[in-house]
């Protein structure tokens, strides 16, 4: 079972952390940040090599990675992200069985199968958001942010309602309870994306 756990884990953290190097790999550069100081500030420059000494000068490295939070909060958007892959397969899965699904007299199971359209939309936004963090402009992040909150909230929120709206009318089951969990965590990891980028923005070096 443990190992079963931690395959699982890898698994799941293998492509955020692939996508994670890529990224941060091919944009570091806009992060690096180079301070530049005298290198004799206390001597009067003069002589033959007067030119020299005046513009001689001591570059130190004060940054060369984006602030470690947005590094997580990256890495965690991708990691929801790529919830779209098992969604992509529950939907061919909802295809398969889609005649016997319409014979049923409860609608849920379709209602979900039609959710996977603007399911992954939401999950491409969130992917985008991360992708934007580790890019350095802050105009881009600030725009993939914002809409990952807007929508992916938004569309969450209509989630809790119709969940409700299930349960009151007497529905209740451990899926019903996962979604409503699911679709908490995907509103609160939105607006957390978003205020870590604000909390950053003066950081951003583009």
């Known amino acids: 079972m443990l190992l079963f756990l931690l395959a699982a884990l890898v698994v799941f953290l293998f492509l955020p952390v692939l996508t994670w190097a890529v990224v941060e790999g091919s944009w570091r550069h806009r992060w690096t940040v180079v301070e530049e100081s005298p290198a004799n500030p206390g001597v009067q420059p003069g002589g033959a ?6 513009h001689a000068v001591n570059a130190r ?9 947005l590094h997580l909060a990256g890495l965690s958007c991708w990691a929801l992200g ?7 397969l529950a939907f061919l899965l909802g295809l398969a069985l889609i005649g016997q699904l319409a014979q049923q007299r409860d609608p849920m199971p379709l209602v979900f199968l039609a959710s996977f359209f603007p399911g992954t939309w939401c ?26 909150a807007w929508i992916v909230g938004s569309y969450n929120v209509l989630i809790l309602v119709g969940l409700a709206v299930r349960l009151r009318s007497g529905h209740h089951d451990d899926f019903l309870e996962a979604c409503g969990a699911y679709a908490v965590l995907s509103i609160t990891h939105a607006l957390s994306v978003r ?12």
């Open 123 to 148: 999950a491409w936004l969130v992917w985008d958001a991360g992708s934007s963090l580790l890019r350095g402009v802050a105009a881009e992040a600030d725009r993939a942010t914002r809409l990952a």
């Open 49 to 54: 090599f007067r030119d020299a000494a005046a």
């Open 195 to 206: 205020a870590v980028f604000l909390r950053h923005r003066a950081a951003f070096p583009l």
């Open 82 to 88: 790529q919830m779209a892959i098992p969604g992509f």
């Open 61 to 69: 490295v004060r940054r060369s990675r984006a602030p470690w939070l």
